[in-house]
Protein backbone atom coordinates (compact mmCIF):
# COMPACT_ATOMS: atom_id res chain seq x y z
CA UNK A 1 0.00 0.00 0.00
CA UNK A 2 1.27 3.45 -0.92
CA UNK A 3 1.43 6.16 2.02
CA UNK A 4 -1.38 8.33 -0.39
CA UNK A 5 -3.20 5.00 0.16
CA UNK A 6 -2.50 4.24 3.63
CA UNK A 7 -3.18 8.28 4.39
CA UNK A 8 -6.58 8.28 2.69
CA UNK A 9 -7.97 5.01 4.44
CA UNK A 10 -6.82 6.79 7.25
CA UNK A 11 -8.94 9.90 6.49
CA UNK A 12 -11.91 7.64 5.68
CA UNK A 13 -11.74 6.22 9.14
CA UNK A 14 -11.85 9.16 10.79
CA UNK A 15 -14.55 10.76 9.17
CA UNK A 16 -16.47 7.16 9.31
CA UNK A 17 -15.91 7.57 13.60
CA UNK A 18 -17.04 10.88 13.70
CA UNK A 19 -19.82 9.88 11.15
CA UNK A 20 -21.19 7.42 13.39
CA UNK A 21 -20.80 9.20 16.78
CA UNK A 22 -23.48 11.79 14.90
CA UNK A 23 -25.89 9.77 13.76
CA UNK A 24 -25.89 7.35 16.94
CA UNK A 25 -25.74 10.48 19.45
CA UNK A 26 -22.79 8.01 21.27
CA UNK A 27 -19.64 10.40 21.49
CA UNK A 28 -16.52 8.50 19.86
CA UNK A 29 -12.82 8.24 20.63
CA UNK A 30 -10.77 11.21 19.86
CA UNK A 31 -9.51 10.29 15.85
CA UNK A 32 -5.72 11.51 16.61
CA UNK A 33 -4.78 8.16 16.41
CA UNK A 34 -5.56 7.86 12.84
CA UNK A 35 -4.66 11.50 11.29
CA UNK A 36 -1.72 13.72 13.20
CA UNK A 37 -1.63 16.49 10.87
CA UNK A 38 -3.80 19.96 10.58
CA UNK A 39 -3.81 18.97 6.50
CA UNK A 40 -5.64 16.16 6.95
CA UNK A 41 -7.98 17.18 9.62
CA UNK A 42 -9.24 19.60 6.86
CA UNK A 43 -9.26 16.31 4.59
CA UNK A 44 -11.38 14.87 7.06
CA UNK A 45 -13.36 17.65 7.04
CA UNK A 46 -13.72 17.95 3.62
CA UNK A 47 -14.79 14.36 3.39
CA UNK A 48 -17.97 15.14 5.62
CA UNK A 49 -18.73 18.17 3.96
CA UNK A 50 -18.94 16.56 1.04
CA UNK A 51 -21.55 13.82 2.01
CA UNK A 52 -23.34 16.65 4.20
CA UNK A 53 -23.84 18.83 0.74
CA UNK A 54 -24.72 15.57 -1.25
CA UNK A 55 -27.76 14.53 1.04
CA UNK A 56 -29.43 17.64 0.50
CA UNK A 57 -27.69 19.73 3.38
CA UNK A 58 -27.27 23.42 2.14
CA UNK A 59 -24.26 25.27 3.17
CA UNK A 60 -24.86 28.93 4.56
CA UNK A 61 -21.44 29.66 6.24
CA UNK A 62 -18.41 29.24 8.38
CA UNK A 63 -17.40 29.52 11.82
CA UNK A 64 -14.15 30.43 13.27
CA UNK A 65 -13.09 28.99 16.10
CA UNK A 66 -9.75 29.08 18.66
CA UNK A 67 -9.43 32.98 17.99
CA UNK A 68 -8.71 32.85 21.94
CA UNK A 69 -5.19 33.39 22.76
CA UNK A 70 -5.42 31.36 25.40
CA UNK A 71 -7.43 28.44 23.94
CA UNK A 72 -4.76 28.44 21.29
CA UNK A 73 -1.66 28.11 23.30
CA UNK A 74 -3.78 25.27 25.41
CA UNK A 75 -3.87 23.20 21.92
CA UNK A 76 -0.57 24.09 20.73
CA UNK A 77 -1.73 26.33 17.76
CA UNK A 78 -0.86 29.88 16.81
CA UNK A 79 -3.90 30.37 14.20
CA UNK A 80 -7.69 29.67 14.55
CA UNK A 81 -9.88 27.12 12.63
CA UNK A 82 -13.20 26.89 10.88
CA UNK A 83 -16.11 24.65 10.32
CA UNK A 84 -19.45 24.78 8.09
CA UNK A 85 -22.60 26.28 9.04
CA UNK A 86 -25.63 24.70 7.37
CA UNK A 87 -29.06 25.82 7.10
CA UNK A 88 -30.46 23.16 9.67
CA UNK A 89 -28.16 24.23 12.41
CA UNK A 90 -29.53 27.66 12.31
CA UNK A 91 -32.47 27.99 15.43
CA UNK A 92 -34.65 31.21 15.66
CA UNK A 93 -34.17 33.46 18.53
CA UNK A 94 -35.60 32.82 21.28
CA UNK A 95 -36.35 29.28 20.48
CA UNK A 96 -35.80 25.69 22.55
CA UNK A 97 -33.29 23.33 21.65
CA UNK A 98 -34.42 19.68 21.86
CA UNK A 99 -32.31 17.60 24.48
CA UNK A 100 -30.10 15.51 22.72
CA UNK A 101 -30.00 18.16 19.71
CA UNK A 102 -26.50 18.71 20.35
CA UNK A 103 -23.67 16.41 21.81
CA UNK A 104 -22.26 17.53 24.57
CA UNK A 105 -23.09 20.93 24.23
CA UNK A 106 -21.29 23.85 25.20
CA UNK A 107 -22.34 27.93 24.40
CA UNK A 108 -20.34 30.95 23.50
CA UNK A 109 -21.46 34.22 22.27
CA UNK A 110 -19.94 35.94 19.21
CA UNK A 111 -20.63 38.52 16.76
CA UNK A 112 -22.05 36.80 13.41
CA UNK A 113 -21.76 38.84 9.73
CA UNK A 114 -23.79 38.42 7.08
CA UNK A 115 -22.12 39.36 3.66
CA UNK A 116 -23.54 40.58 0.17
CA UNK A 117 -20.89 40.40 -1.47
CA UNK A 118 -18.42 37.54 -2.56
CA UNK A 119 -14.62 37.51 -0.84
CA UNK A 120 -13.06 36.08 -3.52
CA UNK A 121 -9.06 37.82 -3.24
CA UNK A 122 -6.41 36.30 -2.25
CA UNK A 123 -5.56 38.72 0.05
CA UNK A 124 -8.07 40.84 1.97
CA UNK A 125 -8.45 44.47 3.69
CA UNK A 126 -10.07 44.88 6.90
CA UNK A 127 -11.89 47.27 3.94
CA UNK A 128 -12.73 44.39 1.46
CA UNK A 129 -14.44 42.77 4.81
CA UNK A 130 -16.42 46.03 5.39
CA UNK A 131 -17.60 46.66 2.18
CA UNK A 132 -18.76 43.26 2.19
CA UNK A 133 -20.43 42.77 5.27
CA UNK A 134 -24.44 43.70 4.96
CA UNK A 135 -24.63 43.94 8.47
CA UNK A 136 -24.12 42.21 11.96
CA UNK A 137 -25.85 40.48 14.33
CA UNK A 138 -25.49 38.88 18.33
CA UNK A 139 -25.29 35.47 18.09
CA UNK A 140 -24.93 32.32 20.47
CA UNK A 141 -23.12 29.25 19.18
CA UNK A 142 -23.92 25.84 20.78
CA UNK A 143 -20.69 24.29 20.08
CA UNK A 144 -20.92 20.39 20.50
CA UNK A 145 -18.21 17.39 20.24
CA UNK A 146 -18.43 14.00 18.93
CA UNK A 147 -15.50 13.44 20.55
CA UNK A 148 -15.53 11.73 24.01
CA UNK A 149 -15.51 14.39 26.97
CA UNK A 150 -14.08 16.88 24.54
CA UNK A 151 -10.68 15.14 24.81
CA UNK A 152 -9.49 17.16 21.78
CA UNK A 153 -6.38 18.25 19.90
CA UNK A 154 -6.33 20.78 17.12
CA UNK A 155 -6.91 17.99 14.32
CA UNK A 156 -9.72 16.08 16.40
CA UNK A 157 -11.69 19.49 16.33
CA UNK A 158 -10.77 20.69 12.90
CA UNK A 159 -11.75 17.03 11.93
CA UNK A 160 -15.10 17.36 13.70
CA UNK A 161 -16.45 20.27 11.82
CA UNK A 162 -15.02 22.70 14.19
CA UNK A 163 -16.73 21.46 17.03
CA UNK A 164 -19.84 22.65 15.91
CA UNK A 165 -23.50 22.23 16.85
CA UNK A 166 -26.14 24.72 16.15
CA UNK A 167 -26.52 28.42 16.26
CA UNK A 168 -28.65 31.47 16.67
CA UNK A 169 -28.66 34.52 15.64
CA UNK A 170 -29.98 38.15 16.99
CA UNK A 171 -32.73 39.37 14.65
CA UNK A 172 -32.19 43.29 14.59
CA UNK A 173 -29.74 43.70 11.97
CA UNK A 174 -27.22 46.40 12.54
CA UNK A 175 -24.28 48.06 10.03
CA UNK A 176 -20.99 48.41 10.71
CA UNK A 177 -20.73 51.69 10.60
CA UNK A 178 -22.77 51.77 13.62
CA UNK A 179 -20.28 49.73 15.49
CA UNK A 180 -16.92 49.73 17.33
CA UNK A 181 -17.05 45.85 17.20
CA UNK A 182 -13.18 45.85 19.62
CA UNK A 183 -14.49 47.50 22.49
CA UNK A 184 -18.51 46.24 22.62
CA UNK A 185 -18.88 44.44 26.01
CA UNK A 186 -20.36 40.71 26.25
CA UNK A 187 -22.65 39.34 28.61
CA UNK A 188 -23.87 35.85 28.35
CA UNK A 189 -26.36 35.21 30.93
CA UNK A 190 -27.94 31.44 32.35
CA UNK A 191 -31.48 32.28 33.49
CA UNK A 192 -30.35 36.06 34.50
CA UNK A 193 -27.14 35.30 36.16
CA UNK A 194 -23.84 36.02 34.51
CA UNK A 195 -21.80 32.91 33.24
CA UNK A 196 -19.56 34.65 30.66
CA UNK A 197 -18.06 38.26 30.15
CA UNK A 198 -16.13 39.57 27.18
CA UNK A 199 -15.07 42.00 24.44
CA UNK A 200 -14.86 42.01 20.68
CA UNK A 201 -10.79 42.65 21.35
CA UNK A 202 -11.09 39.10 22.80
CA UNK A 203 -11.45 37.37 19.50
CA UNK A 204 -7.93 37.80 17.70
CA UNK A 205 -7.81 41.47 18.56
CA UNK A 206 -10.79 42.49 16.60
CA UNK A 207 -13.55 39.81 15.26
CA UNK A 208 -13.14 41.41 11.33
CA UNK A 209 -9.23 39.90 12.23
CA UNK A 210 -11.27 36.70 12.45
CA UNK A 211 -13.15 37.70 9.24
CA UNK A 212 -10.17 38.41 7.11
CA UNK A 213 -8.03 35.17 8.80
CA UNK A 214 -11.11 33.28 7.42
CA UNK A 215 -11.70 34.98 3.79
CA UNK A 216 -7.82 34.32 2.94
CA UNK A 217 -7.99 30.78 4.02
CA UNK A 218 -11.44 29.87 2.46
CA UNK A 219 -9.95 31.20 -0.94
CA UNK A 220 -6.37 29.30 -0.69
CA UNK A 221 -8.84 25.91 -0.12
CA UNK A 222 -11.13 26.49 -3.22
CA UNK A 223 -14.87 27.15 -1.08
CA UNK A 224 -14.69 31.22 -0.98
CA UNK A 225 -16.93 33.26 1.01
CA UNK A 226 -20.26 33.95 -0.62
CA UNK A 227 -22.91 37.13 -0.69
CA UNK A 228 -25.46 35.49 1.60
CA UNK A 229 -22.95 33.94 3.90
CA UNK A 230 -22.83 33.67 7.39
CA UNK A 231 -19.56 34.53 9.15
CA UNK A 232 -20.04 33.57 13.19
CA UNK A 233 -16.86 35.01 14.09
CA UNK A 234 -15.92 33.69 17.26
CA UNK A 235 -15.94 33.71 20.80
CA UNK A 236 -15.77 37.25 23.10
CA UNK A 237 -15.41 35.14 26.28
CA UNK A 238 -15.21 31.85 27.71
CA UNK A 239 -17.34 28.98 26.47
CA UNK A 240 -19.75 27.51 29.33
CA UNK A 241 -21.39 24.49 29.53
CA UNK A 242 -24.75 24.33 29.47
CA UNK A 243 -27.63 21.12 30.50
CA UNK A 244 -31.49 20.83 30.18
CA UNK A 245 -33.40 23.54 31.18
CA UNK A 246 -31.33 25.96 30.56
CA UNK A 247 -31.97 28.95 28.92
CA UNK A 248 -29.26 31.52 28.08
CA UNK A 249 -29.43 35.24 26.90
CA UNK A 250 -26.11 37.11 24.98
CA UNK A 251 -26.11 40.88 25.10
CA UNK A 252 -23.04 42.69 23.05
CA UNK A 253 -23.10 46.35 23.14
CA UNK A 254 -24.70 47.89 19.84
CA UNK A 255 -26.22 44.91 18.58
CA UNK A 256 -28.65 44.27 21.41
CA UNK A 257 -29.64 40.39 22.51
CA UNK A 258 -29.92 36.52 21.51
CA UNK A 259 -31.28 34.16 23.73
CA UNK A 260 -32.04 30.71 23.43
CA UNK A 261 -33.74 27.94 25.61
CA UNK A 262 -32.86 24.05 26.12
CA UNK A 263 -35.45 21.79 26.48
CA UNK A 264 -36.05 20.27 30.14
CA UNK A 265 -34.84 16.35 30.05
CA UNK A 266 -38.14 14.55 30.73
CA UNK A 267 -36.57 11.64 32.34
CA UNK A 268 -35.27 13.95 35.37
CA UNK A 269 -38.58 16.29 35.32
CA UNK A 270 -40.94 12.95 35.33
Not at 127 to 155: H, N, Y
Not at 171 to 200: F, H, I, Q
Not at 213 to 228: E, Q, S
Amino acid sequence: MTVTETANNAIEAAAARLLDAERSGVPCAPIRDLITSVEDAYAVQERLTVDRLAAGRRLVGRKIGLTSAAVQRQLGVDSPDFGMLYADMAVPDGAEIPVGAVIQARAEAEVALVLDVDLTHERHTVADIIRATAFALPAIEVCGSRVRDWDITIVDTIADNASSGLYVLGNRPVVLGDLDLRLAGMVLERRGEPVATGTGSACLGHPLNAAIWLADTLVRLGRPLRAGDTVLTGALGPMVAVAPGDVLEARIDGLGDVRVAFAADLEETS
